[in-house]
């Protein structure tokens, strides 16, 4: 079992940036893949990012490519969103979450069912 505990939430005017972080403890191993998904007020919750614990299989959802970047240090255990650009679209409630299951490499694994592990979520205001 993994713990996740997302951080770096907070209020910001479009245009600007932030980095949340995602701490792990617990059972992680590089071939798992580590997600950020975020839920905006009366919407569904979406994918928005991931990466390997090993630096691969990086993917991102058209609506942030380009913005977002998914930067982690293994020695850290700690898997960061950096939001760049951020419009008011983009507020909503930010979650990390872990894989079920090690993959050698995956293109794109975009549905919450493929993770097992979630942080409790951190909100992101972004004001126009």
């Known amino acids: 079992q993994v713990q996740l505990v997302e951080s770096g939430g907070g209020l910001v005017q479009a245009g600007g940036s932030l980095r949340l972080s995602c701490a792990a403890s617990?059972?992680?191993?590089?071939?798992?893949?580590m997600g950020w998904f975020r839920q905006a007020p009366g919407k569904e919750r979406e994918f928005v990012a991931h990466?390997?614990?090993?630096?691969?299989?990086?993917h991102y959802a058209d609506s942030v490519k380009g913005r977002f970047t998914i930067p982690r240090d293994g020695a850290k255990n700690t898997v960061y969103l950096q939001m760049n650009s951020l419009k008011p679209e983009d507020t909503a409630v930010y979650y990390c979450?872990?894989?079920?299951?090690?993959?050698?490499?995956?293109?794109?694994?975009?549905?919450?069912?493929?993770?097992?592990?979630w942080g409790q979520g951190t909100q992101v205001t972004v004001s126009s």
């Open positions: 617990g059972r992680t191993f590089s071939t798992y893949i």
């Open positions: 990466i390997s614990w090993s630096g691969g299989s990086i």
């Open positions: 979450a872990q894989s079920r299951w090690a993959y050698t490499i995956v293109d794109a694994l975009t549905t919450e069912d493929a993770f097992g592990s």
